[in-house]
């Protein structure tokens, strides 16, 4: 009984070992795969042919064509407002207005912090009295100057008539120079009279200006916003004491806001002005490249500036996005992530499964030729995706080993079957 048990165990490791190592043999054996006729086929060429393919690994291989695509610079970067402002008292005098708190919204020209007048209203009513004053003097001012000019045109006749007197030995030479003399009193007279209408006039120009400086304090005296926003921090405090440049309240402008990043010089003849861009703040969720379901938090706007002087400790460019924030949900300050578009380009879309590397350990792909030699490619990668990654710098149609090419190197010859794109 032991030795039949022996021979057993024999007789099934035997058949073990055939049905292992000469399986398709065995298999053809069976399944009557002998059907050449001896005219037609030679018995060591089949055994040859079956023993080759037999050796050769099989992969699996999808056939890809390149896609245009479009391509985009990727940034990090960080959303800034559009206009920050520290709104400063011009005068000195005591808050009289109770504070606004920081986070209100605020309009172009609404008050932040009133101040208390004092005696500016007193001396602004004196400087429009003193203009009164100045403009009343200006019709006696005239009204000499009238009677200069009649005093002189008087004088002239007078003179003109003692000249004709004395040609005709009717008048002393006395009469004509105190003729002569009238005239020249009556002259200087008028240009006292002139004098004294410009000194008027110089007067009321003057008296203008004081109330001009005086409106003017008063109107100091009321703080407004430059612009509309929202306050950053509470303004002054009521009975604070401010003097000429204390802060009232600091103003921020979000809405449009700004997207700021910095392109490599490499990357810096990409970007356009008007180039659209799309940006995701870093706690808005997944990054801009993590497929269509993270669309839904995304910010979309177009490129406004773009520096034409590199940084010179960083040798990057300034580059600004504006970016409509009606909502005021974007703050300022927060990190984003920014793809801007750029130039087209011609892709592969696989799966990131086929990606590899080579014994240098360079990036690529491989693939295999129309006799299924494998063949490797160096690939750059562009962006991925949910549906695979998209790859450059292969050839524009390639079969590309997307199963098993890590039991491959190039040039060896593999049994390829293809796979359709949508398996």
Not at 231 to 250: K, R, V
Request: net charge negative; glycine share 8%; with cysteine.
């Amino acid at each position: 009984m032991r030795i039949f048990s022996i021979l057993a165990a024999l007789v099934v490791s035997a058949a073990l070992a055939l049905f292992i190592l000469d399986r398709p043999r065995l298999v053809a054996l069976f399944a009557g795969d002998v059907t050449r006729t001896q005219e037609t086929a030679d018995p060591e060429t089949d055994v040859a042919d079956n023993a080759e393919k037999t050796s050769l690994v099989k992969v699996v291989v999808q056939k890809s064509v390149a896609r245009q695509i479009d391509t985009a610079v990727e940034l990090r970067g960080q959303t800034e407002a559009a206009r920050t402002v520290d709104v400063r008292a011009e005068t000195s005098a005591t808050v009289v207005s109770p504070p606004l708190r920081k986070g209100t919204r605020v309009e172009t020209g609404e008050m932040l912090c009133q101040l208390d007048e004092g005696t500016r209203g007193t001396a602004l009513a004196q400087a429009r009295a003193q203009l009164e004053e100045a403009r009343a003097r200006v019709p006696e001012a005239e009204a000499r100057l009238n009677q200069s000019i009649a005093q002189l045109e008087e004088a002239k006749i007078n003179q003109n008539a003692s000249t004709k007197l004395s040609a005709g030995g009717f008048a002393s030479t006395t009469r004509v120079a105190n003729s002569d003399a009238a005239v020249a009193t009556a002259e200087a007279g008028v240009e006292s009279a002139r004098a004294g209408l410009q000194a008027s006039q110089s007067g009321i120009q003057s008296a203008q200006a004081g109330v001009a400086s005086a409106e003017k304090e008063i109107e100091r005296l009321t703080i407004t916003a430059p612009f509309g926003g929202l306050l950053e921090s509470d303004t002054a405090e009521l009975g604070t004491l401010l003097q000429a440049g204390s802060l009232c309240g600091t103003i921020i402008q979000l809405d449009p806001i700004k997207l700021v990043a910095f392109v490599p010089e490499t990357e810096v003849a990409r970007i356009s002005l008007g180039a659209q861009a799309v940006a995701r703040l870093v706690s808005g969720g997944t990054a801009l490249t993590g497929g269509p379901e993270a669309r839904g938090s995304e910010v979309r706007g177009h490129v406004t500036f773009l520096s034409n002087s590199a940084d010179p400790t960083t040798r990057t460019f300034r580059v600004e996005i504006e970016v409509h924030n009606s909502d005021s949900k974007i703050r300022d300050g927060q990190t984003a992530e920014i793809l801007i578009s750029a130039e087209g380009a011609t892709a592969h879309l696989l799966p990131q499964s086929a990606l590899t590397l080579n014994d240098e350990g360079t990036l690529g792909v491989r693939t295999i030729n129309a006799d299924a030699i494998v063949e490797f490619h160096p690939v750059a990668l562009m962006r991925d995706s949910v549906d695979g990654v998209w790859l450059t710098g292969l050839d524009e149609t390639v079969n590309v080993i997307v199963l098993g090419q890590e039991y491959v190197i190039a040039g060896v010859q593999v049994a390829p079957t293809f796979r359709e794109l949508g398996q």
